[in-house]
């Protein structure tokens, strides 16, 4: 049997079998009583639960992470590196263990393949703290993170660390990591839905000013940036981090709201005259602004759209609800700061968000001007 005709599993239960059935019977064999965790985080579409057939293509199949103490890993990295090459089962389920590396450098995706020799295995050896500083810029196993830290963390960092699996937890620092990142404190919270209110509030008027002047492109393109913005308001508010533009949609539709939302979401965007873009955002918007003050958050704001400033363009005013929040936010390291929130915000750069010390000094930076400013005009 083969990966050709073997029946698809979820990455996340193939990664648990891989363990149960394959690796902890050589860890306990070879090194009886070494401490260590076991779980599938970090990068991948399984940790987030939305792989299909389609994933196997590339760098999906039986993974997994052991975490082993720091001084650990230099004793025993390179020994288990060697013992899982040589003793792994060459598939698990149908599935090879073995990955074969490209032989183009440009494209550094390995897939699965049987081999006869030695398995060029995904199981990687590393320690907790190590694997979190890199993967967050902080180690929460060591302490509660800052406000910079929170500010700093991209959404989909803070997914792939707190999404998965974790089959063993010898150490405890595994679990105690992702217990404290799994959601943001009550006052960060707070702060990052005031600026997500923010963002909306910043455009909304764009697009009747776009259409007004015959650009009906560029009011379809902001139509599509606040429908995205609401998009990520709701997973906000339904205390769920929003993943990357892949699964964005898929996460979306997970949430509670999704159903009564998604008619006029798809009606904003599918418009191809203005008057029906409006009306389908301004649906939108209501909706989500009724969301925000179930939530209880803070003061109840009227949910209705309105002119804006006397122009003939409905909006919602969504800097109304972004000064609601802000005026229950009393954390010192977050009152009065500049409305531009969390990094990925205020940038939306892969390449960008992928560099956490770039992003740690961009957010530090921003934190040094307060007040909001004025909103831009129309």
């Not at 440009?106 to 890199?134: K, N, Y």
């Not at 990357?244 to 949609?249: A, N, V």
């Not at 969301?291 to 958050?297: H, K, R, T, V």
Request: aromatic share 8%.
């Amino acid at each position: 049997m083969t990966s050709a005709d073997a029946a698809f599993l979820s990455g996340l239960e193939l990664s648990r079998i891989l363990y149960e059935e394959a690796v902890r019977p050589l860890l306990d064999d070879a090194f009886p009583g070494l401490r260590h965790a076991a779980a599938r985080v970090g990068t991948g579409s399984e940790v987030l639960g939305f792989d299909t057939a389609r994933s196997a293509d590339h760098e999906w199949g039986p993974r997994l992470q052991l975490f082993l103490a720091p001084d650990e890993v230099a004793r025993y990295g390179a020994p288990l590196h060697r013992l899982l090459a040589e003793r792994l089962p060459k598939h698990v389920r149908g599935w090879p263990t073995h990955f074969r590396r490209p032989d183009d450098p440009l494209d550094p995706v390995g897939q699965m393949e049987l081999t006869d020799g030695p398995v060029d295995h995904r199981v990687s050896v590393q320690d907790v703290g190590g694997w979190l500083t890199s993967a967050t810029g902080t180690d929460p196993a060591s302490g509660d993170p800052t406000v910079l830290d929170w500010l700093a963390m991209p959404q989909q960092r803070l997914a792939e660390v707190t999404g998965g699996a974790v089959f063993h937890d010898g150490l405890g620092t595994l679990t105690t990591a992702r217990r404290r990142l799994a959601w943001y404190p009550d006052q960060v919270w707070r702060h990052l839905l005031a600026c997500q209110w923010q963002r909306i509030s910043q455009e909304e008027a764009f697009v009747g000013r776009c259409a007004e002047v015959g650009d009906e492109l560029g009011s379809m393109v902001v139509a599509g940036r606040l429908v995205r913005d609401l998009m990520r308001l709701c997973l906000l508010l339904e205390r769920r981090y929003a993943p990357y533009g892949k699964w964005l949609g898929s996460a979306f539709g997970q949430l509670d709201v999704a159903g009564s939302l998604l008619p006029s979401l798809r009606s904003a965007l599918a418009a191809t005259e203005y008057p029906e873009r409006e009306r389908g955002l301004c649906a939108a918007y209501e909706t989500v602004a009724a969301l925000q003050n179930e939530s209880g958050l803070a003061e109840p704001v009227d949910p209705a759209c309105r002119s804006y400033h006397g122009r003939p363009f409905q909006v919602l005013h969504a800097e109304r609800f972004a000064r609601a929040l802000s005026a229950t936010v009393t954390d010192p390291g977050l009152r009065g700061r500049q409305l531009t929130g969390g990094v990925d915000q205020w940038a939306d750069s892969t390449d960008f968000l992928n560099l956490t010390e770039p992003a740690r000094a961009a957010t530090r930076a921003l934190g040094q001007r307060q007040g909001t400013g004025p909103l831009p005009k129309a």
